[in-house]
């Protein structure tokens, strides 16, 4: 699995939203989880479910 990105372009503003989740050092997070980001420039925030990288998967090709 792999782990996600520390931060994005904002939908909204075009500013950078950071992950403020918190994640352990030593495990991936799991299907399903909820992630929360937010906007440095406009504050939004984004909840966003994590889903496996299914690239990583050989039946999915």
């Known amino acids: 699995?792999?782990?996600p990105p520390e931060s994005f372009?904002?939908?909204?503003?075009?500013?950078?939203?950071h992950l403020i989740s918190f994640l352990p050092e030593d495990a991936d997070p799991e299907p399903g989880s909820s992630l929360a980001y937010r906007c440095a420039d406009c504050m939004e925030r984004f909840d966003v479910v994590w889903?496996?990288?299914?690239?990583?998967?050989?039946?999915?090709?």
């Not at 372009?9 to 950078?16: H, K, N, P, R, S």
């Open 51 to 61: 889903e496996e990288d299914l690239e990583d998967d050989p039946e999915t090709i």
């Open 9 to 17: 372009t904002c939908v909204d503003c075009g500013g950078e939203a």
């Open 1 to 3: 699995m792999s782990r």
